[in-house]
């Protein structure tokens, strides 16, 4: 057999998380623009918890 290949492709670490925002990206598109905002603005509240509680055990753990 002269197979070159298997016609297999690795996938990269990313391929994953671009699935994963074009998953959300669907789910979300079909939405009013003001449940958007409300989404957008709860995870940015999340996110910025989720900051501030980690910078706050970080400082801890260094005294």
């Known amino acids: 057999m002269d197979a070159v290949g298997t016609g297999q492709v ?3 670490k ?4 671009y699935g ?10 079909s939405l009013p623009a003001w ?3 409300v989404i957008g ?3 940015a509240v999340a996110a910025l918890c989720e900051g ?3 910078w706050r ?4 753990a260094v005294r």
């Open 14 to 17: 990313w391929d994953a998380a």
């Open 20 to 29: 994963v925002v074009v998953f959300l990206k669907v789910m979300v598109g």
């Open 41 to 43: 603005s709860l995870l």
């Open 35 to 37: 449940t958007k905002w």
């Open 10 to 12: 690795l996938a990269s």
């Open 57 to 60: 055990g970080r400082e801890t």
């Open 52 to 54: 501030y509680r980690w």
